[in-house]
């Protein structure tokens, strides 16, 4: 028996979101899909990888970032990223194989829901475990689906008999010296940009890059400069749980000269409030700290009727870093970053992949290991806690000075408590009403004494292990543990998120469900957008 694809564009959902239900027994793959998913007779993908974007051989790509499925030789391959930035979910029920790439969209297709009861931090941190070794299980609450499953970097393959397996037809080049990495990297950009510039695509791209003073923005940056990429991205500041008068430096990320030196055009996007819709998306990708200072990009894209690649250094502290990782490195185990996973479904939302620079290449980690600690990276070894010569090389050697990036590590993420979006507060009051028996003003007052408390705690953290040499006072994970520990609204924010936009896809696939199923052939350019410049 031979699987048969049937599309069903939908406009309300997430511009790249799909959800595929196969049926070995008839062969049918049904598929909802947001309307810049590219559909073929025997393929359908969003995102880009470093081959022939007519032949569709994604899942044999060294390089993939995004997410598909594809047809061949009677098995059904369900291909996911590369980047270690994005999964798959998916479920076996009642004899057929639900995917998405969309958390919200699967929920909303199955029926199922999340647990309040459980914490989520195992699922939101699998991929810290590495690739090939992370714990798959997703936790859902339903009466028949125990879990779902998480996939990272290979393809679940399904046959005609109706057996699953998880596969990888990815081959990776081998490298020993800087200069061959180098070659490699180059010649792996080089390729994407003639998949992401293909005129075969009904749907065009454009390419964007974020900058700011760290290494790996910094060294991705410089990397993809020559690729005529459309701007430059940059977030002013940081974020820092600490004040300014007690770490000046802590929220100055301006990468504005960086990307002046590298020639990129910069894009000034309004930073006004997020899009209520936004926000959610942002937040439901898991509970790590989301990643809400790239909302102005994210807006910019998502007003835009095209789609998009974006570059950028997530994962570059498990792949660059000479220290903290040698653990992995050692056991040739490449980790994950959870916080390119905080763009997992804000992406598909405003219709951009994400393309992890860093992890380009990465495959052999002890490969790069070595060449960070061969003795022709002295010259650009720090020899601190925030050594990274590899970037530090590949920056540099692009005309960017050393003094204007990796002196100190920052961050884009951060922790809080209730919706930045003023008109989502009330609706996200209500949940933790209903799950958790509190209200209003109990949310402010444990925001604001854990926010009044962190700094203090921090210093004497830091000042005990300064003179002390230790970490007898631990520093809490985030500036809302001091109070009321047991409260976690981080975590009720996920929770929150992904609830609220299942319950609206889900009416959203309902209300679309009349029409029949067409033929890839028949949506070739039923929503094919016009090409809006920057």
Known sequence: MTFRLRYRPIPGLPRLAWAATADPRSGNVDVAHGWAVECRDAWLVEGVWDGDFTDGKFDASDHFFGSGLRIEDDRLYFVASTGLCDRLLWTEYRGRLHVSNCLPLLLATTGARLDPRHDYRRETLAIRQGAGDYPDSFVVDHPEIRAFGQLYDGCLALDPSGRTERVNRRRAKRFRSYAEYRTLVRDALRRLRTNYASEARRTPIQAFVTVSSGYDSVAAAALVAELDVTAAFTCPRSNSHLPAWLAPGATIDDGSAIARTLGLPLLAPDAGEPA??????????????????????????GRRRSAAVVFTGFGG????????????????????????????????????SNVSVPTLCSRHIADLDAVAADPEMDPWRLLNEYDRPIPRRIAEMAGVAGTAFGQRKKAVVAVYHYPVTRRLRPSFVAYVRRTLGV???FLRLHDGLNRLAYPFVRVWHLIDRALFGGDRVLAPRTPHAFFWPQYDFAHALFLWAAESLSTELAATVRLDAVPPLLPSSATADVTRPAVVSC
């Open 276 to 301: 209520p819709a936004d926000e959610r998306y942002f937040l439901a990708a898991g509970c790590m700290p989301p990643t809400l200072a790239l909302h102005p990009l994210a807006s910019f894209l």
């Open 439 to 441: 209200g209003w003003a």
């Open 317 to 352: 502290d498990d792949v660059w870093e000479t220290e903290a990782e040698r653990e992995w490195h050692e056991r040739g185990v490449v980790r994950g970053d959870p916080a390119g996973l905080g763009l997992s479904e804000i992406r598909l939302q405003s219709g951009f």
